[in-house]
């Protein structure tokens, strides 16, 4: 069954460093996100992502996340300049239509630790 | 903007028995979906049971099912025959129908604690 993945599954880095986290969704979805989860909290909504555009974007999601998928499989988040309060689980979703009806299917996470 | 609520941080229930979970949302919107998600100690987010709006009639999945009150905007999971592999966190969430693309709120989620 197709899955969606991610990687790495733990990134630890220092405050202020860019960081890439990475994505594969699965291949014939169009529409990707990215969804956070700090540890104990809700799981809160980034960004979505279709037809190489940005469509919809939280308040958390400020100039210093960028998203981007640089080739026909990779979907990408950049953190410019870390900071400590980022740390948290990062989920990629993809689906293959962007209404309501359509499952997001989840990634299994990549573990951000900012030190 | 929508806001989901999950009042049970905890809940626990003995294995093959039934377990209710609740969930409360709130919206301007007449049409939109909802979800529970099910995230066991892996992390991963799984889905289990979706609901349409417009649907009068509850989602039923093997041993989920959902009541869902529209004017009430309640929207709570009953795992009947609960088993161990059931022990997970379980997350409400809430799409919209009337934006493509649109982003999936999450409530805080209920831990689910099954015991044998």
């Known amino acids: 069954e197709p899955e969606v993945t991610q990687t790495p599954s733990h990134q630890v880095t220092q405050m202020g460093q860019e960081v890439i986290l990475r994505c594969v969704p699965i291949?014939?979805?169009?529409?990707f996100y990215w969804y956070r989860q700090i540890l104990g909290q809700k799981v809160e909504f980034l960004v979505s992502?279709?037809?190489?555009?940005?469509?919809?974007k939280s308040e958390i999601f400020d100039d210093q996340f960028s998203v981007e998928r640089p080739d026909g499989s990779n979907f990408t988040l950049k953190i410019r300049s870390t900071k400590l309060e980022d740390s948290a689980m990062y989920f990629c979703?993809?689906?293959?239509?962007?209404?309501?009806?359509?499952?997001?299917?989840f990634g299994p996470g990549t573990r951000l630790t900012v030190l | 903007a929508q806001t989901v609520t999950q009042s049970q941080p905890e809940m626990s229930v003995q294995e093959a028995e039934t377990v209710t979970l609740s969930c409360t949302y709130d919206?301007?919107?007449?049409?939109?979906?909802l979800f529970w998600y099910k995230q066991p100690p892996s992390r991963q987010m799984i889905l289990v049971i979706r609901?349409?709006?417009?649907?009068?009639q509850n989602a039923t999945e093997n041993r989920f099912s959902v009541n869902f009150q529209k004017a009430a905007k309640s929207f709570s999971l009953k795992i009947s025959d609960s088993q161990l592999g059931d022990a997970a966190m379980y997350f409400c969430?809430?799409?919209?129908?009337?934006?493509?693309?649109?982003?999936?709120?999450f409530g805080e989620g209920t831990q689910l604690t099954v015991n044998p």
């Open positions: 979703a993809s689906s293959e239509a962007g209404q309501g009806w359509h499952e997001q299917f």
């Open positions: 291949s014939n979805h169009l529409y």
């Open positions: 992502f279709y037809n190489n555009e940005i469509s919809e």
């Open positions: 919206t301007s919107e007449s049409d939109y979906y």
């Open positions: 609901q349409e709006a417009y649907k009068q």
């Open positions: 969430a809430y799409r919209s129908q009337e934006t493509s693309g649109s982003r999936l709120t």
